[in-house]
């Protein structure tokens, strides 16, 4: 099936062939499914799955326009939305968005959010109101997006690694991370914190700084922060990120969740 999406990457006449058709809506419906995913985790580290990327780009040009009426509103695009959320054990605010080819598994809740194709959220993962999930995606179990955060989406280039947010991370409100970055398990991004490939992440807990770019180590808190730089008209602040401390017991109480938010059902 694979063979048949990098075939008909590298010549766009095969997407006429209907078994190149049936190679790509069968991918599709796999990420729709979680049974496959654009980037995963393995013992060397995570891995993209680029035919799967390919998948989803050639997935568009094979879509008409169609308009989608739900409730009180109206949608005209390419893309199906997810359906069957209630068989699926998710819990979905309105007007919360998500894309057929995204991956929503048992106890994720939306708020009034976006989940773009190809992104998978793993369990019990809370999207809240006015964040968005970009497309391919990674985030992991019992992760927090709190109100306003922007994960980024990556589809091109084909082999860009997606925004990848591990289990038990807390993104604090109004946050952006984008462009591949890396949150590694129980990371802690406090308000407004900025992360793209090249924003320097400083680690300012021990007698020297140590810089990372594009990967946060686990149980890192972390806040914004600015730090002085040269240029030709003088000398200006310039963003960056401060890794001030790790996770503890007293950040846990902070950042979680109120179990009753995270409960889909009670059985009486």
Same mark, same amino acid.
């Given at each position: 099936m694979h063979q048949k999406i990098i075939e008909a990457w590298d010549n766009r006449e095969l997407l006429k062939d209907k078994e190149v058709q049936k190679a790509i809506r069968e991918t599709i419906e796999q990420l729709d499914k979680g049974r496959i995913r654009v980037a995963e985790p393995t013992d060397e580290g995570? +891995?993209?799955?680029?035919?799967?990327?390919?998948?989803?780009?050639?997935?568009?040009?094979? #879509? #008409?326009?169609?308009?989608?009426?739900?409730?009180i509103f109206e949608y005209h695009d390419k893309m199906a939305l997810k359906k069957d959320y209630a068989s699926q054990g998710v819990r979905v605010?309105?007007?919360?968005?998500?894309?057929?080819?995204?991956?929503? =598994?048992?106890g994720v809740i939306l708020m009034p959010s976006y989940v773009n194709i190809g992104a998978y959220v793993d369990s019990h993962t809370m999207v809240d109101t006015w964040a968005t999930v970009?497309?391919? =995606? #990674?985030?992991?179990?019992?992760?927090?997006l709190s109100g306003g955060v922007g994960v980024g989406g990556v589809l091109?280039?084909? #082999?860009?690694?997606?925004?990848? +947010?591990?289990?038990?991370?807390?993104?604090?409100?109004?946050?952006?991370?984008?462009?591949?970055?890396?949150l590694e398990k129980?990371?802690?991004?406090?308000?407004?914190?900025?992360? &793209? =490939?090249?924003?320097? $992440? $400083?680690?300012?807990t021990g007698s020297e700084p140590k810089e990372y770019k594009g990967r946060v180590p686990e149980r890192s808190v972390v806040i914004p922060g600015t730090r002085k730089k040269e240029f030709?008209?003088?000398t200006y602040d310039v963003p960056c990120a401060l890794i001030i401390g790790k996770r503890k017991a007293s950040t846990n109480t902070k950042?979680?969740?109120?179990?009753?938010?995270? &409960?889909?059902?009670?059985?009486v």
């Open positions: 995570w +891995i993209v799955n680029e035919a799967v990327k390919k998948a989803v780009l050639l997935y568009f040009p094979l #879509q #008409q326009m169609e308009t989608t009426e739900v409730g605010v309105p007007p919360a968005v998500a894309r057929y080819g995204s991956y929503l =598994a048992e970009g497309s391919c =995606a #990674q985030i992991g179990k019992n992760v927090h091109e280039p084909v #082999q860009a690694s997606p925004v990848i +947010i591990e289990d038990d991370c807390f993104v604090g409100s109004r946050c952006i991370v984008v462009e591949g970055v890396h129980e990371v802690v991004l406090g308000a407004n914190v900025t992360l &793209t =490939a090249s924003t320097p $992440i $400083i680690d300012v030709p008209a003088g950042t979680s969740l109120n179990d009753a938010l995270r &409960t889909y059902g009670v059985q």
